[in-house]
């Protein structure tokens, strides 16, 4: 969008390795294998980009107040993301809603990155509806001590949302008063959001009802696809 | 659970706690006959034994205390919305809501599809609204793609969305006046909402879920004799709400149903995490199409209705002023849209036309490129878009790895932050109108379960 000033921001290697511009003849390439991004690619005018998630003073606010803490800053398609270490989060939260109007918690979203170190993202996305502001925090957990703090005590709203990090990918909030399961039923074992869990599912898992009124119950949601014949 | 499903070493076990020593909730007598998920109804009923509320409790001389659930089958939750209320006589001291059972995992299933396999999924997560969620998902991916879309495709998906939302609140409205005992409204509405669906035929060749949008623009063109049904249903329309404004903006009855009823404050709203006419019927102005331009909801005039009230009934007014607004919406977009190409031209970006496919050599390569492997986004790229739905902000999160299907999708459903904020409302609330509140918030259960 040419509203938006030049995205001078280098972005991290580590994060979205980049090519150098003399192997830009990639474009050619055969696109089963994963691509990267071209020189420049990532820094391109994008056209949805919008004015809201664009917040360099937010962002240079979070760095002079957490110092160290903020361990990077990246910027794609216009949009703002901060990474923090675990142990400032709520504290960073607080600061964004007291000093910067962020007043409401958009959305919480995990990622697997399926990595030997720091395997899973946390996402906070912060709203200013006044202000007009849009701003993604991140957090990297390992996966042997996959605990936050919550954030229920700064954005109540972030209740559910947590329950469903936990619920899908495993991920504990130290605080939270209720952290149950919140689409899958308290008696599966598992967390179907991450890359290790198969598509097809585990079999015996959950138990489905009996073949028959009275028949036994049915531990293997796909017998046939375990060479087992369906009982009538 | 057998052993050796926990022996499993790729996946990790959630820690057995000990099994509540005595469910207090109904059905613990049956404990020694199989139920079928027992650990997760001791879950809810522990939690809900101990959940904090802003409600106080009083004796019980009158053994007045039970509890009490609604659903999962049950009409007045709108799907398979299950409500476990601890009842006080006819106060609700404590509610939870025990969503997940329409979870279909549409996000871990992204994980193994192109982006243009995934289309037709996103019909199905908010069922009432599935041109909305098409183009949520398909600005999504051309956000993180950055794939332009040409201008009049822009167009006819602002118009088609509008639409999309005049679906939506029809059915709401329907429904939501049969909640409260009445039945007409239910089927005036049903008869609009089926001419939508002839016009969402017309324009995609299917009346429900359409898939039409695509990638870099639309399946099809708009045809002239679309617009003109469109054309036809404005006018029609706006005739037939005034109608039902008169019988319903001062009728007695329906206003002595929802007045006052699940009153949400101002800061309320925000802390708790409503979303779309939810919020703005607690007087805060927030709209993704004012918040975030997105199409061309910056080239239309129209009005973000708000009220204070923040009750049912002012959410009441909101859906239906909303419904004005979108026909404005609609009527500005049949007058300013623009002739021209409806998919992006570039071969990388968006599927060929027909034409080109049938004619051309390069044309077939393309198609086949991009029915196989689709568009691919840089690895490490990530974004989220939002747009504004019928219930709220419909925000898609993506991350890319460089291949043709995303490595991580995240659904910022609307359904899913109402709900939340339902049971924040029903605290207190009279058994009576639970089915008021849930009718007065919206939920669509395939939107929340994802």
Known sequence: MSELPDQTTPRNSAIAPQLDPAEQTQTLRFLYS??????????????????????????????????????????????????????????????????????????????DRFTEDDRFEILYNLVSVVGKKRLRLKVRVDEDDAVLPTIIGVFPAANWHEREAWDMMGIRFEGHPDLRRVFMPEDFAYFPARKDFPTLGIPGSLPLPPRVSDGPVQLDPYPAAHGEKPQD | MST????????????????????????????????????HNAAIYSALEGKHTHIEASDDPLEARMILNLGPQHPATHGVLRVVCRLDGETIEANLLDIGYLHRGVEKLAEGKTYHEFLPYTDRTDY?????NNVAWCLAVEKVAGIEVP?????????LCELARLQAHLLWIGTMVMDAGALSVFLWTFKYREELYTIMDEVAGARFTVSHSRVGGLASDVTPAAMGMIRRFCDDFVVQLADWKKLLNRNRIWI???????????????????????????????????????LKY????????????????ARYFVRVEEMEESVKIIRQCLEKVPEGPIRNDNAKAALPS????????????????QTDVGVAPPAGAESYHAIEGAKGEIGIYIVAD????????????????????????????????????IGSIDPVMGDADK
């Open chain 1, 34 to 111: 994963p691509r990267t991004a071209l020189a420049g690619e990532l820094d391109r005018p994008n056209p949805h980009a919008k004015k809201t998630t664009f917040q360099p003073e937010v962002v240079a606010a979070l760095q002079s107040r957490f110092g160290e803490s903020v361990l990077l800053v990246t910027l794609y398609a216009g949009e703002h993301t901060v990474y923090l270490t675990r142990d400032v989060i709520v504290d960073a939260c607080t600061f964004l809603r007291d000093e910067h109007g962020f007043d409401y918690l958009g959305d919480l979203a995990t990622v």
């Open chain 2, 4 to 39: 050796d499903v926990l022996d499993n070493p790729t996946a990790t076990p959630v820690p057995v706690k000990a099994p509540a020593p005595s469910p207090p909730g109904p059905g613990a007598h049956d404990a020694e006959v199989f139920s079928f998920w027992p650990r």
């Open chain 2, 128 to 132: 009432l609204q599935p041109y909305a």
């Open chain 2, 151 to 159: 201008e009049r495709a822009l167009w006819l998906r602002t118009m």
């Open chain 2, 256 to 294: 002595d149903r929802n007045v006052g009823i699940g009153v949400v404050t101002k800061e309320q709203a925000l802390v708790q995490g409503f979303t779309g006419p939810n919020l703005r019927g607690s007087g805060i102005p927030h709209d993704i199409r004012i918040f975030e331009p997105y």
């Open chain 2, 298 to 313: 910056d080239a239309v005039d129209f009005d973000v209705p708000m009220r204070t009230e923040g009750d049912s009934l």
């Open chain 2, 354 to 369: 027909k034409d080109e496919v049938y004619y051309s050599m390069e044309g077939m390569i393309h198609d086949f490129l």
């Open chain 2, 402 to 437: 460089g291949t043709g299907s995303p490595w991580r999708i995240k659904m910022n459903s609307p359904s899913f932050k109402n709900l939340q904020g339902l049971e924040f409302l029903m605290d207190g609330a009279m058994v009576a109108d639970t089915v008021v509140l």
